[in-house]
C-alpha cells in the first residue's frame, strides 16, 4: 500500500498480485452444494449466480476491472517454461494472451543443456532402452504417454468422502516408476541424487502419490535419491518448479468421469505450467477430452481438448511424440 501523498487520488492504494486461472481457495464439496444463491445486491461486487466460496476477491476484482487497461495489467512474458510446453498453457488456459517466453534462453532451453554436466557421470549409456530415449529427447520437450487401450491401466478408488477422492491407477504408477529408475540408473549416484532434485511427479491423488512412492522403493533406487524426487498434490505443488515434470492424470475410465478434482481445469494448469524443460504425461487422453455423462465437466473437458490439440500441432512440429503404455512392459 503506497502512501496517500503518493497516489494522484490522495488516497492508498493496493496491488494484489497473482492469477484467477490458477487455484482457487480449498473448499470441501459439501460446502460448495449447500452454498445459497448469490443476492443480486451483490452481482454488483463481481460475483455471478452460479459462483460459490471458492470464488475469489481476486477473481471478482479481475472481471470487474479487466476491461479498464489502467487498473489491470496482465503479464504475459513467462521465464520459465520452454516455448513448446508454454504454447499448451497458452492455448489451453490463456487463448487471449499472448503467453511467451521472455527470452530466447528460456524458449529454447532443454534437457539436454540441464543434462550436460552431469554427462560425465553415465556409468552404462548403451543399456537406456529405446523408451528412455524417446521419453527424454532433449528436442521434444512434450511427452504423452497414452493409456487409453491399456486395459491394465484402469482407476481404482478405495473411498470416496465429501472431501476426499481417494483415486489411484497402479498402472501409472508402475510406469512413471519404471521411467525414472531406467533414467536415473544410467547415472553414478551422487548425480542421481542431484537430477533428482530437478524431477517432480504430481497426481491429484494423495492416494496415487503414495503409490508412486512404493513402486519408486520397489525398484531399488537409493533411499536418497528417492527423498529427492519431489512426488506431490497440485495444491502442495503450485508456486514450485522443476526441470521435469510428470503428470499422472491417474482418472481412467469407460464413462469418461475425470471427477471433481480435474473438473477445475486450473488443477491442470498448474501442474503443466510446473516443468522447465521436460513434460511428460502419463494418462488416458479419451477420458480428459470425451464428453461424459456430467455435463459439469464439460467445461475442463473443452479446455482439455485445446491443451491436447495444440499437443497434436507440436507433434507434427516434431517438439512432441505419443506412446501408447500397452507397449511398455513394467
Known amino acids: 500500500m503506497c502512501p496517500a501523498t503518493e497516489s494522484q487520488e490522495r488516497y492508498p492504494r493496493v496491488v494484489l498480485v497473482g492469477d484467477h486461472k490458477q487455484l482457487p481457495p480449498v473448499v470441501t464439496e459439501e460446502t460448495i452444494e449447500h452454498t445459497p444463491k448469490v443476492p443480486k445486491v451483490l452481482l454488483k461486487a463481481g460475483l455471478r449466480e452460479n459462483d460459490t466460496l471458492k470464488t475469489s476477491l481476486f477473481e471478482r476484482l479481475f472481471r470487474i476491472w479487466s476491461k479498464k487497461t489502467e487498473n489491470v495489467i496482465i503479464l504475459s512474458e513467462q521465464y520459465r517454461m520452454n516455448e513448446a510446453i508454454s504454447r499448451i498453457v497458452k492455448n489451453g488456459f490463456y487463448p487471449t494472451i499472448n503467453y511467451v517466453p521472455a527470452n530466447d534462453k528460456i524458449g529454447t532451453h532443454t534437457i539436454e543443456k540441464f543434462l550436460k554436466p552431469y554427462d560425465t557421470s553415465i556409468q552404462d549409456d548403451k543399456s537406456r532402452s529405446e523408451l528412455i530415449n524417446t521419453l527424454f529427447e532433449p528436442n521434444k520437450p512434450v511427452i504423452l504417454v497414452n493409456t487409453e487401450k491399456d486395459k491394465e491401466a484402469i482407476e481404482g478408488i478405495q473411498e470416496v468422502d465429501i472431501q476426499t477422492e481417494s483415486r489411484f491407477n497402479i498402472r501409472e504408477s508402475k510406469i512413471i516408476a519404471k521411467v525414472l529408475a531406467e533414467f536415473l540408473g544410467a547415472y553414478n549416484k551422487k548425480s542421481q541424487i ?37 512426488v506431490d498434490t497440485v495444491d502442495r505443488f503450485q508456486g514450485d518448479e522443476r526441470e521435469i515434470i510428470i ?55 473443452a479446455i482439455f481438448s485445446e491443451a491436447f490439440r495444440t499437443f497434436d500441432e507440436l507433434k507434427k512440429e516434431n517438439l512432441a511424440e505419443e506412446i501408447q503404455s500397452e507397449k511398455i512392459k513394467v
Open 194 to 230: 542431484e537430477i533428482a532434485k530437478e524431477i517432480g511427479v504430481i497426481s491429484p491423488y494423495r492416494h496415487q502419490n503414495n503409490l508412486i512412492y512404493g513402486e519408486l522403493r520397489a525398484r531399488n533406487l537409493p533411499e536418497e535419491v528417492i527423498e529427492q524426487i519431489r
Open 247 to 301: 503428470l499422472s492424470l491417474t482418472n481412467s475410465n469407460d464413462l469418461n468421469i475425470i471427477g471433481q478434482l480435474h473438473r477445475d481445469w486450473r488443477q491442470m494448469n498448474v501442474s503443466i505450467s510446473r516443468a522447465k524443460a521436460k513434460l511428460i504425461i502419463v494418462g488416458n487422453r479419451r477420458t480428459f477430452t470425451e464428453k461424459s455423462a456430467d455435463s459439469k465437466e464439460d467445461e475442463a473437458k
